[in-house]
T-cell receptor, first 112, second 112 residues
């Protein structure tokens, strides 16, 4: 079964602090991992991605970490800003396909 | 640059009525195309994806169908809507290789 799980439905963080969003996956048949940000009534916006051959990728305030042995993916946002308040989805692509599986999302609230 | 158009933005349909949602992509050739659905309080569920004209992969058995009559056009249809078809429908595209999905703004479908 190809599953991507986000076990925390919500997270609150003070402005300026680090936000850490987590994602777990249940098998090793994923080769590409992504994070998306979504506002209500809009489509998700791509944030950052990482290939399965890497363990870290940075883009400005966003860093994605991949721990393949633990089948765990995380997104760090530093420093957090009120505009980061949104729902964040992790996603994974099934190896050898163009099929992308999404998690259930984590609602991040950054408090001013 | 590439753009994706999805319409309508909102739709209210009675149970048993037909459905047709259309998505077009501009600025790229031979994209991979996707339909996702987000039900209330749920994650993004992959419904269909297509890697070429006439090539449709169905992920969820239900009363929905998809077609790709042209390279950059993807259509989601139903002959008879069910209450459970209500949700936020998202079209997305990607290109070959390690490319993220890019989403349209979605269609909010309410079946009454």
């Amino acid at each position: 079964d190809q599953q991507v799980k986000q076990n925390s439905p919500s997270l609150s963080v003070q402005e300026g602090r680090i936000s850490i969003l987590n994602c777990d996956y249940t098998n090793s048949m994923f080769d590409y991992f992504l994070w998306y940000k979504k506002y209500p009534a809009e489509g998700p916006t791509f944030l950052i991605s990482i290939s399965s051959i890497k363990d870290k990728n940075e883009d400005g305030r966003f860093t994605v970490f991949l721990n393949k042995s633990a089948k765990h993916l995380s997104l760090h946002i530093v420093p957090s800003q009120p505009g980061d308040s949104a729902v964040y989805f992790c996603a994974a692509r099934v190896s050898g396909t163009y099929k992308y599986i999404f998690g259930t999302g984590t609602r991040l609230k950054v408090l001013a | 640059s590439q753009t994706i158009h999805q319409w309508p933005a909102t739709l209210v349909q009675p149970v048993g009525s037909p459905l047709s949602l259309e998505c077009t992509v501009e600025g790229t050739s031979n994209p991979n195309l996707y339909w996702y659905r987000q039900a209330a309080g749920r994650g993004l569920q992959l419904l269909f994806y297509s890697v070429g004209i006439g090539q449709i992969s169905s992920e969820v058995p239900q009363n929905l169908s998809a077609s790709r009559p042209q390279d950059r056009q993807f259509i989601l249809s139903s002959k008879k809507l069910l209450l459970s078809d209500s949700g936020f429908y998202l079209c997305a595209w990607s290109v070959l290789g390690s490319s993220p999905l890019h989403f349209g703004n979605g269609t909010r479908l309410t079946v009454t």
